[in-house]
């Protein structure tokens, strides 16, 4: 059975830090795409960021140079570090895992980013 776990969201201030975490089980981890998405209320989902299985990253243009994605094969994790946050990152981040035909997601975590 395919599961992904995030962890590590909450309420930070405006220019705060907080880390995602992502763990998958009942996949071989290696394989696939790890990405980063989030949705705030109102909005469509967005693409945040992604790490291929070579560790090519990519960023959406409003994260570039705040936000890291990064993992850990021999954990099956992936994370998302996310500095100097703003107001407008608030959203329910969920981690994916694409490879061939297999795209599974996980529950999500909250992100509030508030004064």
């Known amino acids: 059975q395919v599961q992904l776990v995030e962890s590590g969201g909450g309420l930070v201030q405006p220019g705060g830090s907080l880390r995602l975490s992502c763990t998958a089980s009942g996949i071989t981890f290696r394989l696939y795409t790890m990405s980063w998405y989030r949705q705030a209320p109102g909005k469509q989902r967005e693409l945040v960021a992604s790490i291929t299985t070579g560790d090519s990253t990519d960023y959406t243009d409003s994260v570039k140079g705040r936000f890291t994605i990064s993992r850990d094969n021999a954990k099956n994790a992936v994370f998302l570090q996310m500095n100097s946050l703003k107001p407008e990152d608030t959203a329910v981040y969920s981690c994916?895992?694409?490879?061939?035909?297999?795209?599974?997601w996980g529950q999500g975590t909250q992100v509030t980013v508030s004064s």
């Open positions: 994916n895992a694409k490879f061939r035909l297999v795209d599974r």
